[in-house]
């Protein structure tokens, strides 16, 4: 006759559940050292009590050097998480800077152009539309400058009129009858 099938609940007796702790880490404890010997795998095993007292076993040479082990694997180390995203930072800064450097060279090149230079590589359509580009570029220009001129006009009426109001108002004392005090 066979044991029956043990409800896996919080056991609430103290006592019993201090036994049934030490009893089942006795036996993790041995399930782990067979499979090291019968399968020669390296096991690590780590238990906390509810009391917070380690049990450990390891079948390696230490657990320090098994846990190493275990954080260069690939599937769970925090050091390969970080080594995987930075890989990937270093990659997107990589494209960055190729993206920049291309359109450097592409500025670069419509620079030369603009200024007449590396034309001999540009087919009718390219030269029809730098033409364009240059026409719509002499017309802005010229009109900033009238814009500036206008400006400048503008300011320099202004102050003709001052000066023309205030030679006007020397003018008037200048011609106006000298009034002095003299006592009587």
């Known amino acids: 006759m066979g ?6 609940k919080r056991i609430e007796n103290k006592i019993n559940r201090q036994v049934t702790f030490a009893k089942r880490r006795n036996g993790l404890l041995k399930k782990a050292y067979e499979l090291s010997v019968l399968c020669d795998a390296e096991v690590a095993l780590i238990i906390f ?17 098994t846990l190493e082990r ?8 925090p050091d390969t998480a970080i080594q995987n995203k930075e890989n990937e930072l270093v990659q997107s800064s990589r494209n960055e800077y190729l993206k920049l450097k291309a359109r450097v060279e592409n500025l ?13 590589s540009l087919g009718i359509k390219d030269l029809e539309q730098l033409e364009k580009q ?21 300011d320099l009426q202004r102050k003709e ?6 030679n006007k108002c020397l003018r008037r004392k ?11």
Do not use: W
């Not at 044991?3 to 896996?8: A, H, I, N, Q, S």
């Not at 200048?174 to 003299?182: D, E, F, K, L």
């Open 3 to 8: 044991r029956g099938r043990v409800e896996l």
């Open 49 to 65: 009590s509810n009391r917070g007292k380690l049990y450990e076993f390891c079948s390696g040479q230490s657990m320090p050097k």
């Open 70 to 77: 275990y954080q260069k694997c690939s599937y769970g180390g």
């Open 108 to 120: 670069q090149r419509t620079q030369r152009n603009l200024l007449g230079e590396d034309l001999g």
């Open 134 to 154: 240059l026409d719509s570029s002499l017309r802005h220009i010229r009109s900033t400058r009238t814009q500036h001129m206008l400006d400048q006009l503008t």
């Open 161 to 166: 009129q001052m000066l023309c109001e205030a």
């Open 174 to 184: 200048v011609s106006s009858p000298v009034r002095t005090n003299h006592p009587a």
